[in-house]
Every structure is written in structure tokens, then in C-alpha cells.
């Protein structure tokens, strides 16, 4: 194989490793983004139960949203949102994990 056929080859492979952290980075972004929605979500949710239980000084409002559900509702929605965020985080372990790779990749082909 020729100097310059390898020379071609090489940048090639440099420049499809560089995409691919590219792609990485904004996987990685992206999944960093949805989770700080979700524990935005959360948050929302927690201060809703909290102003409830802040409005609810006597055991009769107490009583009442607990009779018509509320605060079973939020607390069921506050399951689900952590459950969101744990599989937000799950995602941005693994989108971290794919740039990492990607990084090393990368590094590699830059020795060669």
C-alpha cells in the first residue's frame, strides 16, 4: 500500500472517529438536559406536596385532601418522576460511557 493511500486512510479513520465523539458529546449533552428536566419535574412535584402539608396546619384540611385524594395523586406522581430520573441518570451514565470510549478512540488513532 502506497504512503499516500495510507495517509488518505488514516485521515479518514481520524475524521469518522472525531464524528462519532461528536456524536457522543451531544448524546451525552442531550441525555445531561433531559435529566435536569425531570429533576426539575421532581422538585415541582415535592414543593406542591410540601405547600400542602405547609397549608394543611390543622387536621381537618389534613383530612380533606387525603379523603379527595390530593395528596396520594402527588405522592403517586412523585414515584413516577423519580423513577423518570432514574432512568434519566441510567442514560446519562451510559451516554458517558459511550463518549469515554469514543475519547479513547480517538486518543488511540491520533498514536497511530
Known sequence: ????MQ????????RLVALKRQQAEQAFALAQAALRREEKKLDALKQELASID????????????MRFGLTERLM??????RQSVAR???SVDAAKHALKKAMYSEDRVREV
Open 88 to 90: 434519566r441518570k441510567a
Open 7 to 14: 495517509a488518505n486512510q488514516s485521515r479518514e479513520l481520524k
Open 76 to 81: 403517586q406522581k412523585i414515584d413516577l418522576a
Open 54 to 65: 405547609a397549608t394543611s396546619a390543622d387536621y381537618a384540611d389534613f383530612a380533606l385532601s
Open 1 to 4: 500500500m502506497s504512503r499516500a
